[in-house]
Nanobody, 133 residues
Framework: EVQLQASGGGLVQAGGSLTLSCAAS????????VGWFRQAPGKEREAVSC????????????HYSNSVKGRFAMSSDSTYKTVYLQMTNLQPDDTAVYYC??????????????????????WGPGTQVTVSS
């Protein structure tokens, strides 16, 4: 059984930083794509970032939404069981519940939007991020 657990959310002032973690059981993120998504009150869920796969050198192919590019960064631990979302220069518009989601192999190659939620079917409970102005 695949389980994902996001953690690390909290309250932070604008301009601050937070790092979210997504711990997995039943799946690893070496070959299986994984993404971060968020949903703000009254808004649709949106993709934040994803690893669509890894190249032969084990470098993850990371993708970011335009709204977070340059401010957020994904990484994983050496066991590929935890992925992180380092968020810097947080703004009130980043306030949302953040979710991690994954899918099984194959990797998302040649896909126009590999971070689209339609490709991910393992979801964990979210973690709240609140950014005050």
């Amino acid at each position: 059984e695949v389980q994902l657990q996001a953690s690390g959310g909290g309250l932070v002032q604008a301009g601050g930083s937070l790092t979210l973690s997504c711990a997995a059981s039943g799946i690893t993120f070496d070959e299986n794509p994984v993404g971060w998504f968020r949903q703000a009150p009254g808004k649709e869920r949106e993709a934040v970032s994803c690893f669509s796969g890894r190249d032969g050198g084990s470098n993850a192919r990371a993708h970011y939404s335009n709204s977070v590019k340059g401010r957020f960064a994904m990484s994983s631990d050496s066991t590929y069981k935890t992925v992180y979302l380092q968020m810097t220069n947080l703004q009130p518009d980043d306030t949302a519940v953040y979710y991690c989601a994954a899918r099984s192999f194959p990797q998302l190659e040649g896909v126009d939007n590999p971070c689209s939620s339609i490709f991910y079917y393992y979801w964990g409970p979210g973690t709240q991020v609140t950014v005050s102005s």
